[in-house]
């Protein structure tokens, strides 16, 4: 009886090593804050500075187009441009042609 207690306490205690790997390598992978998710955070990470990069340059456009219209320096082409826009005017001797086409956003 006693030669049984002594193969298995070897057996028991590898049986419970491989458990206790095999527990956490899981959790390493599937884990809430396993590889998985680091890869998805990652994914998730480059998409929005990508679209944080996007914002940045619609930002810039936009400041430089404000910059133009301040009353300490207003361009005279961005000024005529944003009058005939709103107000939809035209000079006597110019000619008039439609774009039918849908405006793109700038």
């Known amino acids: 009886m006693g030669n049984i207690r002594e193969r298995a306490r070897p057996v028991t205690i590898m049986v419970l090593a491989v458990g206790l790997v095999v527990y956490f390598g899981y959790h390493i992978v599937e884990g809430d ?3 998985i998710a680091w890869l998805r955070l990652e994914g998730k990470l480059a998409e929005a500075e990508t679209r944080l990069a996007t914002l940045h340059m619609k930002r810039q456009r936009l400041e ?3 910059a133009l219209m301040r009353n300490r ?3 005279e082409d961005m000024l005529d441009e944003q ?3 709103m107000l939809n005017l ?4 110019e000619i008039v ?3 039918r086409r ?3 956003k700038r």
Do not use: W
Not at 90 to 93: D, E, F, G, T
């Open 90 to 93: 035209i000079r006597p001797n």
């Open 33 to 35: 804050r396993g590889l």
């Open 73 to 75: 320096h207003i361009d």
């Open 97 to 99: 042609i439609y774009d």
């Open 83 to 85: 009058v005939r826009r």
């Open 64 to 66: 430089h187009r404000i």
């Open 102 to 104: 849908p405006e793109k």
